[in-house]
């Protein structure tokens, strides 16, 4: 059986909160362990050292009342260093979207997003992968192409690696680069695995980031 993945949810609009429950409440392998309208009190009650229910995931809006999302990230990796945080919002400013991977969210995904891709992307995340709405990824793919390649891989990537981080610069998930490619979704993780050796990265953005510098992608 697959492990449940624990989700905390950090949404100051109930109607939103109650949506994102009720689409989780129906997947048994995700379970939201907290629910919180501010980032203060989500703040609160994971530095708690005695609070052992830490998530796997934290759903996070970044215009919240109080502490915005974006001020809120760097005390999250702080408080739960091993939560993932995927930004759900309504905002596409460039600027929000940059900052918030730069300051460590492993996803951003605009709240119009559909259901099932929020589902998807939250597996992915907890499987070690990372998210971005098709919409989001032009403003991260805009940023990097601004940036001079002063970088060297001294492992070159093959065809299909490169192929593949293409895909995730589009924001794909690990199953549709396999559906597109006629390939299994395996066979996808193993090649985004080598890819991020070779890279020296973690996730996604970082592996874009780092392609672009090198002079990987082209402009």
Do not use: C
């Not at 005695?50 to 996070?60: F, G, Q, S």
């Not at 993932?84 to 460590?104: C, M, N, P, R, W």
């Not at 805009?142 to 002063?150: A, C, F, I, S």
């Amino acid at each position: 059986m697959n492990r449940v993945i624990k989700i905390t949810l950090i949404e100051d609009h109930p109607e939103f909160r109650e949506v994102v429950g009720l689409a989780l409440a129906s997947e048994a392998d995700l379970e939201l362990i907290g629910t919180y309208g501010s980032a203060e009190r989500a703040l609160r009650i994971l530095e708690n050292p005695k609070n052992e229910a830490k998530p796997d995931i934290i759903l996070l809006d970044l215009n919240l009342p109080g502490i915005s999302g974006l001020e809120a990230i760097p005390w999250l990796k702080e408080y739960v260093p091993n939560s993932k945080i995927i930004v759900l919002s309504q905002s596409d400013k460039e600027s929000e979207v940059v900052s918030a991977i730069q300051l460590g969210a492993t996803g951003y995904l605009l709240k119009s997003s559909q259901i099932d891709q929020l589902i998807a992307s939250i597996r992915s995340v907890a499987d070690g992968g990372s998210t971005l709405d098709p919409q989001i990824a032009k403003y991260i793919l805009k940023h990097l192409q601004d940036k001079q390649p002063n970088l060297k891989v001294a492992k070159p990537l093959s065809d299909r690696e490169l192929e593949i981080l293409h895909m995730l610069s589009e924001g794909l998930l690990k199953k549709e680069i396999a559906e597109k490619l006629g390939i299994s979704i395996n066979t996808v993780a193993r090649h985004i695995v080598h890819t991020y050796e070779k890279l020296e990265v973690q996730n996604a953005p970082a592996a874009i980031n780092k392609a672009y510098k090198a002079g990987i992608f082209p402009k």
